[in-house]
């Protein structure tokens, strides 16, 4: 009967281990498999956001860089109405022109070039050697 008794014991033992192994399984891996289930969908939803602001961010940087170059582009399209194709055509004329585009604008303007209906440049004021430099790329040439 003890032998008997040590059996029950040891099977009530285990019976009550498996049941609390399986109440805290039961439990536990809801638990679990919700928490990876939010985490999921919040970093999903956190991409999704960054992204979407850096893409505003992006857009914002363009249209102000497009703005910007759109005004440097008025500034030389006021010159080239405001003065003669002759006159843009010396580089004295063309150096005051870029002096005063830098007193107005810094450092935006680097040089001004002049460059007539044959692609050939006329003009140049700025810090390059560029002289009368072709645009124009000979067929058949690497050189301009």
Do not use: W
């Amino acid at each position: 009967m003890n032998q008997n008794n040590t059996t029950g014991l040891a099977y009530y033992h285990s019976l009550k281990r498996n049941i609390v192994l399986v109440v805290i399984m039961v439990s536990v891996t809801p638990m679990i498999l919700v928490s990876g289930l939010i985490l999921y969908l919040y970093q999903n939803t956190y991409r999704d956001k960054t992204y979407a602001y850096l893409g505003e961010v992006v857009q914002r940087h363009k249209q102000n860089i497009d703005c910007f170059l759109r005004e440097r582009l008025d500034d030389i399209r006021f010159l080239t109405r405001t003065f003669s194709f002759e006159e843009l055509g010396e580089d004295s004329f063309l150096q005051d022109r870029l002096f005063t585009f830098q007193e107005e604008f810094g450092p935006v303007f680097v040089d001004l070039g002049v460059v007539n209906e044959r692609g050939i440049q006329v003009a140049y004021s700025g810090p390059f050697k560029l002289g009368r430099a072709s645009t124009l790329m000979r067929i058949g040439s690497r050189k301009p």
